[in-house]
């Protein structure tokens, strides 16, 4: 079954960090592009970062650039997400998605429209 599964979210106090991870089945995340998307209540999902298969480059929103790390583990077949200096407006469900219908460049990665295959999610919650 084609799937993706987050997980590793938590609570977690303002300045504190955790590492978050997307694991593919029968999808092979080392030749994918893979992005990190977040979804407050109340608020549009938004990008948080991704890897592009076409350019094999990171690339991150402008709300968590300087404090975020997208990597990836091809023999764990896993994508991390690292998040350190959270903040309060950090807190959302973090979603990790995918697609294997083309290859997306550069900052495209960063679309939600581009992406097919969605994880169900995992809860950060950041408060003291």
């Known amino acids: 079954q084609v799937q993706l599964v987050e997980s590793g979210g938590g609570l977690v106090q303002p300045g504190g960090s955790l590492r978050l991870s997307c694991v593919g089945s029968?999808?092979?995340?080392?030749?994918?592009?893979v992005a990190w998307f977040r979804q407050a209540p109340g608020k549009e999902r938004e990008a948080v970062s991704c890897?592009?298969?076409?350019?094999?480059?990171?690339h991150y929103s402008d709300s968590v650039v300087g404090r975020s790390t997208i990597s990836r583990d091809t023999a764990q077949n896993t994508v991390f997400l690292d998040l350190e200096a959270l903040k309060p407006e950090d807190t959302a469900v973090y979603y990790c998605?995918?697609?294997?219908?083309?290859?997306?460049?550069?900052?495209?990665?960063?679309?939600?429209?581009?992406?097919?295959?969605w994880g169900q999610g995992t809860q950060v919650t950041v408060s003291s």
């Open positions: 890897i592009s298969d076409g350019d094999g480059f990171a």
């Open positions: 029968e999808l092979n995340l080392g030749y994918l592009s």
């Open positions: 998605a995918t697609q294997r219908s083309t290859s997306i460049y550069g900052s495209l990665c960063l679309e939600k429209e581009r992406y097919s295959i």
